[in-house]
Antibody
């Protein structure tokens, strides 16, 4: 069983950056494929990007390329999502979401998410 | 990118009734790579269905999924009080991964 625990609420001004963390337990970070999804208030879900097991690389949605960086600290089993040049439209709850790599390798292409963090509210306001 | 559209936007039903939710894709979803999630207020989404019709671990059998190509359906055979929530579909057949805007199932 994977558990994902995220960092707390952030309030940022337009133009600033934010870094959200997601700590993995139950598995090691190297055993899961970590992705990030956001949800603006009252809206649907939007995929930012994540680790593609088949390519062995982190893939970002084109919309976020150049503005989002996803990193991993395997020593603390913590994944990070950093977004720069924040604007009001980035106000959302940001979720980390994961799937064990062995499941992805067993079931090729199965990029859905069994495990989710509790979410981190990021508010961008002047 | 594949755009997913839910219908209806809101479904008003009573406990015990059958719920039928639709998710339509703007282009064919390869290999029926479609998942359904349930989300309650203040909570993260919970995986219900993957591969269009396979139930995730621990999901009651009143939840079922069907469909292929561009048209997919989530059916809840008899609504329990805890089933009133928002439901999202997600396609994972092509990048970027995309989600629908959701259907809210509310108590009538």
């Amino acid at each position: 069983q994977v558990q994902l625990v995220q960092s707390g609420t952030e309030v940022k001004k337009p133009g600033a950056s934010v870094k959200v963390s997601c700590k993995v337990s139950g598995y090691t970070l190297t055993e899961v494929s970590m992705h990030w999804v956001r949800q603006a208030p009252g809206e649907g879900l939007e995929w930012l990007g994540g680790f593609d097991v088949e390519d062995g690389e982190t893939t970002l949605a084109q919309k976020f390329q150049g503005r989002v960086t996803m990193t991993e600290d395997i020593y603390t089993d913590t994944a990070y999502m950093e977004m720069s040049s924040l604007r009001s439209e980035d106000t959302a709850v940001y979720y980390c979401a994961a799937r064990p790599k062995w499941e992805l390798l067993r079931e090729r292409g199965s990029r859905y998410f069994d495990y989710w963090g509790q979410g981190t509210l990021v508010t961008v306001s002047a | 990118e594949i755009v997913l559209t839910h219908s209806p936007g809101t479904l008003s039903l009573s406990p015990g009734e059958r719920a039928t939710l639709s998710c339509r894709a703007s282009q064919s979803v390869s290999s029926s790579y479609l998942a359904w999630y349930q989300q309650k207020p203040g909570q993260a989404p919970r995986l219900l269905i993957y591969g269009a019709s396979s139930r995730a671990t621990g999901i009651p059998d009143r939840f079922s999924g069907s469909g292929s190509g561009t048209d997919f359906t989530l059916t809840i055979s008899r609504l329990e009080p805890e089933d009133f929530a928002v439901y999202f579909c997600q396609q994972y057949g092509s990048s970027p991964l995309t989600f629908g805007g959701g259907t809210k199932v509310e108590i009538k």
